[in-house]
């Protein structure tokens, strides 16, 4: 991953269209043909250059440019330019992300741009954006080849070529061809290059495979994608209850699927909400709203530190050089438990750990977490030396230091897995969270060691 | 995401290696259709019961079921079979995958594979091998269909034919027909279906789409993976700097690549090094291995809060209250700081955020981070009223909880983008890393405005 050179791009969309001519923006379309790239660009223009764009650029040109583009990018575009052109370049899309398009608009944007499009094709638009939004159906090309299982490779062949309309450009839904029934009941997949290598009066019965990986159509979007992933499909079929194909889920749906889920989860990782918008275009008021919550919840959760403090003031104030470790204490206890919690839940959502794993994990984590807390216990050893505080504070650091790592070892190996057990999305225990809950506990494991071990507060 | 019914599976591999037929492995194939789940069952067969199965399964089969096998599945499977039998299924796999398992095995075990396999296959596996692991040539798909860009249609069907045996059963690899010259220099792409919609007598030098988007063999694997799924292609070809043509980049191998780098980066930001084995395979060793470090690390750093203490004991000791806000305080201000770099370090991977965004990332943040502050300061001001600690005190709280909320805001927007300008994978930067810095510096100015709002502390 590296940064995108884009300044040593010599023609830029918005010198292409203070050119105005078609000839510029073919030329800027040849040099600049990196998606990431024309979105940067097209998301810097005017509204006046947009509309200027639009005469500039036919409509197939303008389809196919924005198959590819960054949603945001292309749902800001559609707002800009006029209604009748968003609606030609809309009605030449795949179905599938005219509906991605037409559902991040406001219904008040929407409608004028649904009326202005053939009705036979706003009907399909309508259909998709009535499935729900995070269900497979709201990211399926409903435009599907499908043939006959009756006819020959050859019949096959002359029934595709009479929908080749249907296939515009994108080269993920034309990968399989679906035989079906007369009542649209899908019977099996066959591949265009079987369809090619077959001899032409093969019957199509005889190359098609029967065995075909499905998926209702409400089904999560994430598990969706990632059984198109697992099985290295191309497009797996939308298929009803009654086994009726309703269209197809393409990888590259399932790609986008699988970069959005993995942002969400980064954020909630870090303890905010997701924010549903691209970074930059989040404004600080949508920033504060996605972070305020829990940083909220977290200092009220975190607040009962100050009771434990309160409760072991005595013992504070007897012996202030405890106070030197809190600090150092409670992050090392966050920080276990966050290392912990990342890679489980990580583990977790790759399907790497099930809950019938829940044995092992705790095995491995508490062995792990004892081979951590002697390491640890050194290092506190070490430290506390250091600032000279005595050989019994230096033993109650390092006695607290193994209870705190194992302490938070059990803690944050036990959350993910009990959520899951619960169904609940473990991806909601954030590193803050785990930090916030080890944070009192080890106060406690602390203050409570030291009365044990420290002569001067035996009284207290 | 939900958790996989893996119970309810009728007939398991070894109940169908226990009845010892081919039509109960068959049987089981058919039954168990996901690979996830097949993995899982594979990797619970022992020594005994791999030899059996594969005396069971046809060489085709399991070449067929290897490739789609979670990949240390697929390299225990490996390692458990006879080396003739494992080198008759890694002939029958495609290429790239082959080279996939062949890296993960130990040289001693990888080389009596390779001398077992077909010498003109064995050839291409290790020019594969000899490709750096991070980059795009490593996993490449070396069988790539050609034609000559001279013939028809028709012509091109035909030489397609001769070569269908390289098609193996990968349909990404088969979606793209490529066109070379005499010296195997790329001159463009066809797409199979287009080969299938023209008319026979076509020149497929009118097929050709010469504008292709190629990649260099050694582009790191992510910026490569990230090129397909940006474009939306089922293949990208790998050029060498001649412009010869040595392979191609699948999507599922994009995705594939995608998925380890974001597991990866998770890793990185719980504040552990990445595990490079899934999770339930490594050892309570291994495991303390890749976490010591950062532990450690982060203990040393976060030993100055200690110093930071032992400087302020004096203050501590005249008003021991304020030692009942540091985890607070520190927590809030480590908080603060997840959130930000977690937000911004995926949003630069997934090149939301660039480099030359830095004015507008640090004004954003900067704004957030004063809503922020002053909602956390009206927090601090009810906990330390209810805490009784009188009004010095409360203000002492409110001031010191802006100020850390802020410079949390400005260190943990500026350090992920200063990473990236000196070009290293701001990743590293994980929310433990981020919570250690502000620990310390958050409890000097706690202190600090402590020394200058409270009357007691004026003297000292």
């Keep these: 991953m590296s940064p995108s050179p884009t300044t040593s791009q010599p023609l830029d969309l918005r010198r292409a269209v203070a050119i105005g001519t078609p000839k510029a923006i073919d030329l800027w379309l040849d040099v600049v043909d990196d998606p990431r790239h024309r979105s940067d660009q097209l998301a810097e223009l005017t509204a006046a250059e947009h509309a200027r764009l639009g005469e500039l650029m036919p409509v197939a040109v303008a389809a196919e440019m924005a198959d ?60 998709l954006l009535t499935w729900p939004a995070a269900s497979a159906a709201a990211h399926m090309a409903p435009d ?44 099996g997949v066959v591949s265009f290059r079987d369809l090619v290598l077959a001899d032409a009066d093969t019957p199509v019965a005889e190359l098609v495979e029967p065995d075909v990986i499905t998926i209702a159509p409400l089904t999560d979007q994430e598990e969706a994608a990632r059984t198109v992933v697992a099985h290295r499909l191309l497009a797996m079929p939308v298929v009803d209850d009654d086994g009726r194909l309703l269209g197809i889920l393409t990888s590259d749906d399932a790609s986008d ?9 980064a954020e909630r990782q870090g303890g905010s909400q997701p924010l549903e918008v691209p970074y930059l275009r989040a404004s600080p008021l949508l920033l504060w709203r996605k972070r305020i919550v829990w940083l909220l919840v977290l200092f009220v959760a975190a607040a009962y530190t100050g009771t434990v403090m309160q409760a072991f003031e ?30 489980l839940i990580r583990a977790m959502s ?3 750990v099930r809950m019938r794993d829940v044995g092992r994990v ?49 803690i944050s190996s036990v959350i993910p897995l009990l959520l899951r057990k619960l169904r609940v999305d473990p991806a909601v225990v954030s590193g803050p969270m785990i930090s916030t809950i080890v944070d009192g506990t080890g106060l406690i494991i ?3 060691t030291a009365k044990v071990l420290l002569p001067e507060l035996a009284g207290l």
């Excluded at 009479?162 to 993920?172: F, I, V």
């Excluded at 990968?175 to 009941?185: N, Q």
């Excluded at 202030?320 to 290392?339: D, E, K």
Aim: aromatic content about 4%.
């Design 350 to 352: 790759t399907d790497n």
């Design 257 to 265: 699927i699988a970069e959005v889920e993995a942002t969400e989860d």
């Design 68 to 127: 590819t583009l960054a949603l945001h990018v292309a749902v800001d575009t559609f707002r800009a330019v006029p209604t009748r052109r968003a609606a030609d370049v809309l009605a030449a899309l795949e179905s599938d992300r005219a509906a991605e398009i037409l559902r991040a608009l406001d219904p008040v944007e929407r409608e004028p741009l649904l009326a202005a499009v053939p009705a036979e094709h706003a009907i399909v638009l309508r259909d």
């Design 446 to 448: 602390y203050f409570t």
């Design 362 to 410: 705790l095995r491995k984590e508490m062995a792990t977490g004892t081979l951590v807390a002697a390491a640890m216990a050194a290092a506190g050893l070490v430290r506390a030396w250091t600032l000279g505080v005595g050989g019994p504070v230096m033993l109650t650091v390092a006695v607290a230091l193994v209870a705190i790592v194992l302490w938070a070892s059990l």
């Design 314 to 343: 005595d013992e504070l104030e007897a012996v202030v050089v405890l106070a030197f470790f809190i600090p150092l204490l409670i992050g090392t206890g966050g920080n276990t438990g966050t290392q912990i919690t990342t890679t």
């Design 144 to 187: 599907v080849l499908t043939v006959d299982r009756s006819v020959t490779a050859a019949g096959a062949i002359a029934q595709v070529r009479d929908h080749r309309a249907k296939l515009r450009q994108d080269a993920h839904i034309g990968a399989y061809v679906f035989a079906v029934d007369g009542d649209g009941r899908l019977e």
